[in-house]
């Protein structure tokens, strides 16, 4: 017999649940005329996150309108655009939901590891590599809006 602490459904469903929580607390705190933006990769956690955000949105009567899933592109063509960007486009047309996805380009050459490390005060290199393009997204992001 399967417990809470090895229920694979019952993990699931307190994990979207304090998620969803938790963007609750925060949508209601973000003033309504403010966009809503989810750094979306199109793998598990950011879809989860985007999904989530977009149902709590719809819950709290929020207009879904002002949600975006930001994903990083390194440029044309399908070397440079990365994995993220295909990835995000199939898991959003999936649910016909691609008209969310906003693209953000930035310039290979502005991908600073050494950046990330002083950010992040670590050395492990799936931390950096995140942190580097999540800087990079951010950096877009910022110079866009």
Known sequence: MATAGTDR???GTRYVGA??????????????????????????DSGAVFLVTHHVLRRLGMSPARLKAFTL????????????????????????LGFFLERVEVDPASLDPMEAVRVIEDYKPRDVESATVALALLRGLRARY
């Open 9 to 11: 459904e019952a993990l």
């Open 73 to 96: 592109s390194l440029g044309e063509g399908p070397d440079l655009a990365g994995p993220d960007l295909a990835q995000a486009r199939r898991f959003l047309d999936a649910l016909d």
């Open 19 to 44: 998620l969803a929580g938790e963007i609750g607390r925060w949508l209601r705190a973000v003033p309504a005329e403010e966009p809503i933006g989810v750094c979306f990769s199109g793998g598990i």
